[in-house]
């Protein structure tokens, strides 16, 4: 399909509540999901949300069986999750670095839920639910902040925190992803 442009923070349509998606399995449905992958795909990332290319629905696609932006990082599945609902499985938080596509250049260290269950549908419709930790709920919450308009550095507590994935991470050659 097509590589699209990705917002950039400051973009105003970043910060919009995504609207669900009400139908299933269309041929625009199959093309949006198609042109996320590409794009996120071209540009290294873990995951990307739909209002990062200026769709403003609720849908997300992750997935990676490496990332050479995230060396350490277990895989995750490759999956499309539209109007997805998060739940915490109990208070437990961990820190951990993160980039985003719209965030160019930078990394942060952002609390996260250590365990979640995320709900939601596939293209199909079909209901999807799952019980993850680690990198997963961590790019999982990422990427669905994206529908309520929060980007990572909003999440952040400790903005010393905050810098260039140049400086920080030298050995990594490209941007950050999310």
């Given at each position: 399909?097509?590589?699209?442009?990705?917002?950039?923070?400051?973009d105003a349509r970043l910060l919009r509540l995504a609207e669900p998606v009400r139908a299933f399995d269309?041929?625009?449905?199959?093309?949006?999901?198609?042109?996320?992958?590409?794009?996120?795909?071209?540009?290294?990332?873990?995951?990307?949300?739909?209002?990062?290319?200026?769709?403003?629905?609720?849908?997300?696609?992750?997935?990676?069986s490496n990332n050479a932006r995230y060396p350490d990082a277990e895989p995750v599945p490759r999956t499309v999750l539209i109007n997805p609902v998060i739940e915490p499985i109990g208070d437990a938080e961990e820190e951990g670095w993160e980039g985003c596509l719209s965030v160019p250049g930078l990394r942060g260290v952002v609390p996260r839920f250590a365990r979640i269950r995320y709900r939601g549908f596939d293209p199909s419709g079909q209901r999807i639910e799952r019980?993850?930790?680690?990198f997963h709920a961590r790019v999982?919450?990422?990427?669905?902040?994206?529908?309520?308009?929060?980007?990572?550095?909003?999440?952040?507590?400790?903005?010393?925190?905050?810098?260039?994935?140049?400086?920080?991470?030298?050995?990594?050659?490209?941007?950050?992803?999310?």
């Open positions: 399909m097509a590589v699209r442009e990705i917002l950039k923070m400051g269309t041929p625009e449905l199959q093309a949006l999901i198609a042109d996320l992958f590409d794009t996120m795909e071209a540009a290294n990332g873990a995951g990307l949300a739909a209002p990062q290319i200026g769709e403003n629905l609720q849908l997300v696609i992750f997935g990676f019980e993850v930790q680690g999982v919450q990422h990427e669905v902040d994206h529908l309520i308009g929060r980007l990572y550095p909003t999440r952040m507590r400790d903005m010393s925190k905050l810098g260039y994935t140049s400086v920080l991470f030298p050995d990594l050659d490209a941007e950050p992803e999310d």
